[in-house]
């Protein structure tokens, strides 16, 4: 063993005749030359406030006029260096905190940045000014206040807090606001030459493209392209029909969910009048003016059978529902948005892998939180009718004199003076709570479904990773197949004798099956499409069985000592109350996400056939390559993903000159003393 050992780490130091020593560092690229034709140069810094690479973009080429960008690891030694160190720093109702403690929390928060110049560099710092812009979200703060010197104004939904510095000295920036779970967007950190001939005076022009900054910032912004099939406006036409699509839902969200509010609204006071009404008519002798328990256990009775007040809490169990699957649409306006905005960005480039994975995951949240949303309105809905009983027991008294004789007759009158009054505030807060945590649930649920519509009805114009490289997956011309294709089996060239095994060959003729439903579904959805391109992206529908409901209602029965209360059974614990329901609506719930048309329900409300719609979801099974096929593909998303956000910061800077005015330097962009621009990551 020892001697095998000696020979792999000599065989390791041999120095081959073809390529240099085996395993050794490669030589270090000179990026000298490169950087001295590039006027501006980008980076992301990572957690630990350091560039992974860095982005030099060169002069326009004389043959095809597009400006090269040139990938430049940061740990090379000739990598550029920026010239100014920067700081962030964040507090919270005082004391300082990390990024990570403050995100999400709600107080004071302060955001402090300096900015100095770097030791390490040359005199860069005395001949460039760095730019700091940020944006804090409008439901974070819609208060900034700032430090002198410091630009807050309002762009769309955000707050955008700007500031510039002075050359060779930089800038000290602090703002505060009373915010509710914080959030901020990157900092973008932009270094700008200025013309110290003279003086350091600057008029600004009118057309800030011209200026280094505007020039830094519309650069920025195609970085993307040179790594996507963005920028072409090839995609105009896909995007205009997302666009129509967005508009249509964007009318839903509004029209549905008011609509399905208002009939919720008119059920819920329905089921509390006719809770009450059978709570009166269980009450005997005195009435007192806190709830009567023998009559709240008559009530509970009533809970199951053919009753006025089992068809109530049937009633409300649909509204719920329904006022919660409205909210889907709203979930598909925010999956649209995401998806023209990729398109804008970066192309469709990678856009299916993308967009499958998300809806996976969507659905999950989706369904996970509706049923925590359930359990929350099960835990809500007992305390509030124990409160409302109590309130409507003390109105009654007061108009029947304390008697429970004739008490059915001032009952109407009593349950309008308890909807008006303000003890049930507390207790209604929190089922508004339950409901809105409900309404967010189906959001995610509704954006998993609009997600897996668009990839069926609009597959035949998004480029596939195959399709990026260049290899044609369409074998009959409808574009289906760049969705099917990510069921299909391949077993070409295949060095494993396990693909002709009885176990393969079964999984093949599986997934060849599954690769057909994949492209009749596409096909399904395209033709929808092309027939009526206002067709909602979504199904807003959910169901509920009424045995699932009647135990989701015995939660009651059991909270006050009444036992099971009917034969649906009930849960022990008031806390579990619920629990078949929520499991039943959830499942629902994913499953409508899931397969994206409109399955069939049984009595426990979970797709008849849902063994085939999660073996639809599954991931295949690959035995082998395609044709052509290779195991290590080159993952561009990383870089996509880092030229996304540097043009995302481009437009901070943009916006923030006009609101900084002279304060920008006019000079140009020159490679003498080129621009920076970084994003810093808050995530620290």
């Known amino acids: 063993m020892k001697l095998a050992a000696a020979l792999v780490s000599c065989a390791l130091c041999v120095t081959s005749t073809a390529g240099g020593v085996l395993l050794s560092r490669p030589a270090d690229v000179d990026y000298g030359p490169v950087l001295a034709q590039s006027a501006s140069r980008y980076a992301v810094f990572d957690e630990d406030g350091e560039p992974t690479r860095w982005y030099a973009v060169g002069g326009p080429s004389e043959t095809t006029g597009a400006s090269p960008v040139t990938r430049i690891p940061a740990d090379s030694d000739t990598a550029p260096q920026l010239p100014w160190t920067i700081d962030v720093t964040y507090s919270l109702d005082g004391p300082n905190l990390s990024a990570a403690e403050v995100a999400g929390t709600s107080g004071l928060v302060g955001v402090h940045i300096t900015v100095r110049p770097s030791h390490a560099s040359d005199n860069s710092a005395n001949r460039t000014v760095p730019i700091i812009a940020f944006t804090i979200p409008s439901q974070v703060s819609d208060d900034v206040s700032a430090s002198d010197g410091v630009s807050v104004s309002t762009q769309g939904g955000n707050s955008l807090v700007a500031a510039v510095g002075r050359s060779g000295s930089g800038l000290e920036l602090s703002c505060y606001m009373n915010a509710k779970r914080f959030a901020m967007s990157p900092i973008a950190l932009a270094v700008v030459p200025v013309d110290v001939l003279d003086g350091g005076a600057v008029q600004q022009p009118a057309d800030n493209t011209n200026t280094a900054a505007g020039q830094l910032a519309a650069t920025s912004s195609t970085l993307v392209d040179s790594l996507t099939d963005a920028g072409s406006g090839a995609h105009q036409q896909l995007i205009d029909q997302l666009k129509a699509l967005r508009a249509n839902e964007q009318q839903l969200a509004q029209t549905v969910t008011a609509e399905r509010e208002a009939a919720h609204q008119r059920t819920f006071e329905a089921y509390m009048a006719a809770y009450v009404g059978s709570y ?19 009530t509970a009775g009533e809970l199951s059978g053919d009753t006025p007040l089992a068809q109530a809490v049937i009633d409300l169990a649909d509204a719920v529902n329904n006022v919660s699957a409205a909210h889907m649409h709203a979930g598909a306006v925010d999956a649209l948005d995401e998806v023209i905005r990729h398109i804008q960005q970066q192309g469709t480039t990678g856009l299916v892998d993308d967009l499958t994975k998300e809806a996976a995951e969507e659905a999950t949240k989706g369904s996970q939180q509706y049923s925590a949303g359930q359990k929350q309105l099960s835990a809500a809905m007992i305390p509030y009718s124990m409160k409302y009983t109590d309130v409507y027991t003390s109105k009654l008294s007061a108009l029947t004199g304390g008697t429970s004789a004739g008490a059915t007759a001032y009952a109407q009158q009593a349950i309008a003076q308890t909807n008006a009054s303000d003890e049930l505030k507390d207790s209604k807060a929190k089922v508004d709570a339950a409901m809105d945590a409900l309404a967010a649930a189906c959001e995610h649920t509704g954006k998993s479904q609009a997600l897996r519509q668009i990839l069926l009805r609009f597959s035949d114009q998004f480029a596939s990773g195959d399709e990026a490289a260049g290899d044609s997956v369409d074998s009959d011309g409808s574009g289906a197949d760049t969705l099917a294709g990510e069921s299909q089996v391949l077993v070409h060239g295949l060095a494993d004798v396990q693909s002709q095994s009885f176990y393969g060959r079964t999984k ?12 009749q579904q596409a096909q399904a959805a395209q033709r929808e499409q092309s027939q009526d391109t206002q067709t909602s992206l979504v199904d807003d529908t959910m169901s509920m069985s009424a045995s699932d409901v009647m135990s989701y209602a015995n939660g009651l029965t059991s909270a006050i000592g009444g036992g099971s209360g009917n034969d649906a059974g009930s849960s022990a614990d008031g806390d579990a109350a619920g629990t078949t329901a929520d499991t039943a609506a959830s499942q629902g719930a994913g499953q409508s996400a899931q397969s994206g048309t409109d399955a069939s329900r049984n009595g426990s409300g979970v797709s008849s056939d849902s063994r085939t719609d999660a073996d639809d979801d599954a991931a295949p099974i690959l035995f ?37 005015g002279s304060d920008v330097p006019a000079s140009a962009l020159t490679t003498d003393t080129p621009a920076y621009l970084v994003v810093m990551s808050n995530q620290r």
């Open 280 to 298: 009166t008519t269980h009450l005997s002798g005195s009435i007192g003016t806190s709830t009567q328990l023998p009559a709240l256990v008559g």
């Open 508 to 519: 093949a003729a599986e997934a060849k099956r599954k690769a057909e439903r994949a492209r």
């Open 624 to 660: 082998g390559f395609g044709q052509g096929g290779t195991l290590l593909t080159h993952d561009y998303s990383v870089l996509i993903g880092e030229t996304v956000v540097i043009g995302d910061a481009g437009r901070l800077i943009a916006q923030a000159i006009p609101q900084l």
